[in-house]
């Protein structure tokens, strides 16, 4: 047995019974109660910081902008030569609770129509905010309890952050606003403003899969423009909403050569047409003046953005020498890829405790969704995700499987307990 294995089988047994489900379940419930869409984070984060402080952390409120904070939380460690563990999560959720019920049920039929927002049904926590990703929050905070209460201390600190403007948001035109400012938002500030760590943790709803790769994604605004006339006058002007359909046919054809050329790991890039807008509802009775298309494209490790790029102005071009339709094509979003070695003292730790847990081997996975593992890997900080979701088979939108919710908790007490005991350079050596 090697020395991580006695570290866990020494401290496994205990831990089992140091995590309070209980507190953890409404620490998690009470989280989700609060509405915090992106933009709206700082009540959550004030609960937040409540429940870090209540476990003796040195507490730290981090204006990122007006009304908008970072929470980050700090155990102090015993010795100054050993690894830094950062827990690293979202404050933001995707949609606001509070959100017109149509549009939230064609998400997932879990969320409640109005407050409480959360809920608990036999081993279920419904609500938004449940799966992605306040769960983990509850979760951090959980695994610091158990070590505290089985007396141990830590060698290394152990930071906790809970950060404002992660979900996939950008302003654009006439979106502006705190709302629209995500996509690593307040993990980019974190990490310019004094938060850093040796590697990190993401409790993103994995299944409990070690995710140490994800695909990075790239944003596309393609704008044609046109010619303003009145209907009756339209007969032989070209309609810019027309011409963008031949624009949506040509990438409709591009789509799977570009997945089959940039395929990663098995994974085909996603590529979503997320937005047209053209002309004004209010003014039928003018020919639209213009047209856009709003494009997601994902790419993987080793591409940059212009690449992708560079792949579409080819197809567009094509399309312009056949049909005579040439769009403006700009890039608003770039959104890096993440990706880490096996090798790395995180991905050993959480093997080793995951599989302590649960009786099996760590699955490896990757996915084209995205995370603030890109931006702390950038700044020397190796970050990973693992984190809880919904039972095996069950993974649902709004929903976090509380059993798991338990184990998962167990494995970042263990995780903890192991990157924390190492020196600085036992973990840069990896």
Same mark, same amino acid.
């Given at each position: 047995m090697n020395s991580r294995a006695k570290s866990h089988s020494k401290y496994l047994q205990t831990l089992?019974?140091? /995590?309070?489900?209980?507190? @953890?379940?409404?620490d998690a419930l009470e989280l989700v109660n609060i509405d915090s869409p992106t933009g709206r984070e700082r009540e959550a984060g004030e609960l937040y910081a409540s429940m870090l402080k209540a476990l003796g952390m040195k507490v730290t409120m981090q204006e990122v902008e007006s009304g908008r904070y970072n929470v980050v939380a700090k155990l102090r460690g015993e010795r100054s030569d050993c690894a830094t563990l950062m827990f690293n999560g979202h404050l933001d959720t995707s949609f606001a609770a509070s959100e017109?019920?149509?549009? +939230?049920?064609? /998400?997932s039929d879990v969320y409640p129509r109005e407050p409480p927002w959360g809920r608990v049904k036999e081993d279920w926590l419904q609500g938004m905010g449940a799966f992605n990703m306040k769960s983990a929050l509850a979760a951090y905070a959980a695994s610091v309890r158990a070590i505290q209460n089985e007396g141990i201390g830590l060698r290394g600190d152990l930071i906790i952050c809970g950060v404002v403007g992660e979900i996939e948001k950008a302003q654009i035109e006439q979106?502006?606003?705190?709302?629209?400012?995500?996509?690593?938002? #307040? =993990?980019?500030? +974190?990490?310019?403003? #004094?938060? $850093?760590?040796? %590697?990190?943790?993401?409790?993103?709803? =994995?299944?409990?899969?070690?995710?140490?790769?994800?695909? *990075?994604? %790239?944003?596309?605004?393609? *704008?044609?423009?046109?010619?303003?006339?009145h209907t009756g006058?339209?007969?032989?002007?070209?309609?810019?909403?027309?011409?963008?359909?031949?624009? /949506?046919?040509? @990438?409709?054809k591009w789509i799977p050569d570009y997945q089959s050329r940039f395929t990663y790991r098995g994974e085909e890039p996603t590529v979503n047409l997320g937005s047209v807008e053209g002309g004004w509802p209010w003014r039928a009775s003018r020919t639209p003046y213009f047209c856009n298309l709003y494009l997601d494209v994902r790419f993987p490790?080793?591409?940059?953005?212009?690449?992708?790029?560079? !792949?579409?102005?080819?197809?567009?071009q094509e399309a312009a020498s056949?049909?005579?339709?040439?769009?403006?094509?700009?890039?608003?979003? =770039?959104?890096?890829?993440?990706?880490?070695?096996?090798?790395? $003292?995180? %991905?050993g730790a959480l093997e080793t405790a995951h599989r302590s847990v649960f009786r099996k081997p760590l699955e490896d996975v990757y996915f084209s969704w995205s995370s603030d593992a890109n931006v702390? =890997?950038?700044?020397?900080?190796?970050?990973?995700?693992?984190?809880?979701?919904?039972?095996? #088979?069950?993974?649902?939108?709004?929903?976090?499987?509380?059993?798991?919710?338990?184990?998962?908790?167990?494995?970042?007490?263990?995780?903890?307990? !192991? /990157? %924390?005991?190492?020196t600085r350079k036992q973990v840069r050596a990896s």
């Open positions: 089992k019974n140091k /995590i309070d489900r209980r507190k @953890l379940v409404q017109d019920h149509e549009i +939230l049920e064609a /998400i979106y502006r606003g705190s709302e629209y400012r995500g996509y690593g938002h #307040g =993990t980019a500030y +974190l990490v310019s403003h #004094g938060g $850093t760590a040796d %590697c990190a943790i993401l409790g993103e709803p =994995t299944g409990l899969r070690l995710m140490r790769e994800h695909s *990075g994604s %790239c944003w596309f605004k393609i *704008g044609l423009r046109g010619t303003l006339v006058h339209a007969q032989k002007t070209r309609n810019v909403i027309l011409q963008m359909n031949r624009i /949506i046919s040509a @990438l409709e490790p080793p591409f940059h953005p212009l690449d992708i790029k560079e !792949d579409i102005l080819r197809t567009l056949s049909q005579g339709v040439l769009p403006e094509v700009d890039i608003y979003v =770039t959104d890096e890829w993440s990706q880490v070695s096996a090798e790395e $003292t995180v %991905c702390l =890997t950038r700044h020397g900080i190796v970050a990973v995700n693992y984190g809880p979701s919904g039972g095996e #088979g069950k993974e649902k939108r709004g929903t976090m499987y509380i059993p798991n919710l338990v184990k998962c908790a167990k494995v970042y007490a263990l995780a903890a307990l !192991d /990157i %924390c005991s190492k």
